[in-house]
């Protein structure tokens, strides 16, 4: 397995990421999406086992989606269309490497990487085989439109969890409809979600497990928002299974 660092050129900002790669000559590919304010060694320990095992990983920071990105896209900037555009654009370019099966590519996604995940899978539904969640973030709509019940409550920035965000952010999520995307993406879908999750509720998983027109559901007993070394594990083996089984569809 080599570990190479990436840099992607898109609407005048540029993406940077890891690319971990197995030691065979071509094999499937997993996009793994961070969630808010993270960055493109979260996912370290998970890509180098799928790496490992044989499975191509792109890790990336979204362009605004931290206070460690390297892209110089301020936060105040960044929306969930911007880091859908981010997604497309890794996307895109993995589409071009001879080495990748074009037919097994996976979109992977934790918290909101997992909404923004969802989002890229049903916008490029053709491109994408499956997809995985980890305690998908599809309440960020629903949080903020109750906080701010109309434009004129929007503030013209907010710090949120050490991140400041601008008005756009919060705009942009008026009349955001994640059933649209959910209904699009008629592909299998692995949603991973602890049960003791305080800041996405379980409910909204399950709600989603059941609208997917192909989903399942892992709840992890126990675990929070982030999982445990030990949930991490079985997230892996399960991410491994249900790409195996995909490929093995074919």
């Not at 997992?114 to 998908?136: E, H, N, Q, T, Y």
């Not at 309440?139 to 929007?154: G, L, P, T």
């Not at 955001?176 to 003791?196: A, C, K, N, Q, W």
């Amino acid at each position: 397995m080599k570990k190479r660092e990436l840099t992607i050129a898109h609407h005048g900002r540029d993406v940077h990421g890891y690319f971990y790669e197995p030691d065979t000559k071509e094999y499937p590919l997993i996009i793994m999406s961070h969630g808010y304010n993270g960055h493109k060694s979260d996912f370290d320990i998970s890509a180098e086992y799928f790496a490992n095992n044989g499975i191509g990983t792109v890790c990336y920071t979204f362009c605004g989606g931290s206070v460690r990105d390297e892209s110089g896209f301020h936060t105040t900037e960044m929306t969930l269309f911007t880091e859908e555009e981010d997604l497309c654009a890794v996307l895109d370019e993995v589409l071009t490497w001879d080495q990748v099966k074009k037919e097994e590519i996976f979109l992977f996604g934790g918290s909101q990487g997992g909404l923004i995940s969802a989002m890229a899978a049903a916008d490029r539904k053709d491109d994408v085989k499956g997809l995985i969640l980890l305690f998908p973030a599809f309440c960020i709509a629903d949080n903020w439109n109750s906080r701010f019940k109309s434009e004129d409550d929007i503030p013209s920035k907010l710090e949120f969890w050490g991140m400041e965000l601008g008005n756009k952010f919060f705009r942009t999520l008026r009349g955001f409809d994640l059933h649209t995307y959910i209904s699009r993406f008629e592909r299998p879908v692995l949603i991973m979600h602890g049960d003791r999750d305080e800041v996405v509720p379980l409910s909204y998983s399950e709600s989603a497990a059941e609208e997917y027109e192909e989903a399942k559901l892992e709840g992890f007993a126990g675990e929070i928002h982030g999982f445990t070394d030990n949930g991490n594990r079985r997230m892996e083996a399960m991410t491994m299974y249900f790409i195996h089984d995909l490929i093995g569809r074919e």
